[in-house]
T-cell receptor, first 113, second 115 residues
Framework: KQEVTQIPAALSVPEGENLVLNCSFT??????LQWFRQDPGKGLTSLLL?????REQTSGRLNASLDKSSGRSTLYIAASQPGDSATYLC????????????FGQGTRLTINP | ETGVTQSPTHLIKTRGQQVTLRCSSQ?????VSWYQQALGQGPQFIFQ???????GRGNFPPRFSGLQFPNYSSELNVNALELDDSALYLC??????????????FGEGSRLTVL
């Protein structure tokens, strides 16, 4: 059974800092890994999608890496801003069975002005 | 290009009632899936529809059922509501291609409260 873990559960940093969010998964048989952002009470916004054959993806101040063999992914946020405050979720899509996403519980990020 | 839209955004029901939630897929997408997100938790997969047929289901009882229509829109039906069904219900659409993992795009969700 695929399990996804995100550490830490919550993180608070001052504005301007660079930070890293961690995601680990137990089964390396994945199609891809997707990072999402969720604002309170809202839906999920896709940030980055990394296919299993890729090592990293970048979008603006965001960079996500994938090490499938070790079951790890990181989301790097450069020069953090108060508007980055949200919950960040990672999810993996399994190869076997239904092409469902298995989510971690998220990291709640607060950027202090 | 319109994104994934869900309705209603909020609703309140009582135990034992039935509810129908609706989702319109993003233009060009042929697959829709539904997720349940309890407060403070990550979303949990309910089921997925492709070409109007269910092609994957999570660990949810049969009182959770769904439909996908020819225009790829979808409904989630929950019968005999229980208090634990209170959650944010998220719909996601994608383009399914065999052997590939497409990107999922989510709607804003429907917040269900069961009293």
């Amino acid at each position: 059974k695929q399990e996804v873990t995100q550490i830490p559960a919550a993180l608070s940093v001052p504005e301007g800092e660079n930070l890293v969010l961690n995601c680990s998964f137990t089964d390396s048989a994945i199609y891809n890994l997707q990072w999402f952002r969720q604002d309170p009470g809202k839906g999920l916004t896709s940030l980055l999608l990394i296919q299993s054959s890729q090592r990293e993806q970048t979008s603006g101040r965001l960079n996500a890496s994938l090490d499938k063999s070790s079951g790890r992914s990181t989301l790097y946020i450069a020069a953090s801003q108060p508007g980055d405050s949200a919950t960040y979720l990672c999810a993996v899509k399994k190869i076997q069975g239904a092409q469902k996403l298995v989510f971690g519980q998220g990291t709640r990020l607060t950027i202090n002005p | 290009e319109t994104g994934v839209t869900q309705s209603p955004t909020h609703l309140i029901k009582t135990r034992g009632q039935q509810v129908t939630l609706r989702c319109s897929s993003q233009s060009g997408h042929n697959t829709v899936s539904w997720y349940q997100q309890a407060l403070g938790q990550g979303p949990q997969f309910i089921f997925q529809y492709y070409r109007e047929e269910e092609n994957g289901r999570g660990n949810f009882p049969p009182r959770f059922s769904g439909l996908q229509f020819p225009n790829y829109s979808s409904e989630l039906n929950v019968n005999a509501l229980e208090l634990d069904d209170s959650a944010l219900y998220l719909c996601a659409s994608s383009s399914y291609r065999r052997g590939q993992g497409g990107e999922l795009f989510f709607g804003e969700g429907s917040r269900l409260t069961v009293l």
